[in-house]
Nanobody, 116 residues
Framework: QVQFVESGGDHVQPGGSLRLSCVAS????????MGWYSREAPGLDRVFIA????????HVVDFGKGRFTISRDIANKTIYLQMNNLKAEDTGTYFC?????????WGQGTQVTVSS
């Protein structure tokens, strides 16, 4: 059974930084690509933020370029999202899941709130 456990979210001021973590079980990062998604509020769609292919190549969407970095620890089945220079519009719940396969069951996510 595939499961994801996200952590690292917090309440930070604009310009602050956070490092999100996602521990996966039941999959191998060398078989599929993994991504981070955000959801502004319950009931809204999740938005793709960044992905790391099984090859290790990464992709970050335009609004995150220069601010967000995705990385992974294959041995510990963990992916990370380093978020710098956070803005109010980055507020939301962040989830991890595959991005080049059919989605697995979503985890609970981790809440990021950016405000002064």
């Amino acid at each position: 059974q595939v499961q994801f456990v996200e952590s690292g979210g917090d309440h930070v001021q604009p310009g602050g930084s956070l490092r999100l973590s996602c521990v996966a079980s039941g999959i191998s990062f060398t078989d599929i690509g993994m991504g981070w998604y955000s959801r502004e509020a319950p009931g809204l769609d999740r938005v793709f933020i960044a992905g790391i292919f099984k090859t290790g190549r990464t992709h970050v969407v335009d609004f995150g370029k220069g601010r967000f970095t995705i990385s992974r620890d294959i041995a510990n089945k963990t992916i990370y999202l380093q978020m710098n220079n956070l803005k109010a519009e980055d507020t939301g719940t962040y989830f991890c899941n595959t991005f080049d396969h059919a989605y697995y069951t979503w985890g609970q996510g981790t809440q990021v709130t950016v405000s002064s």
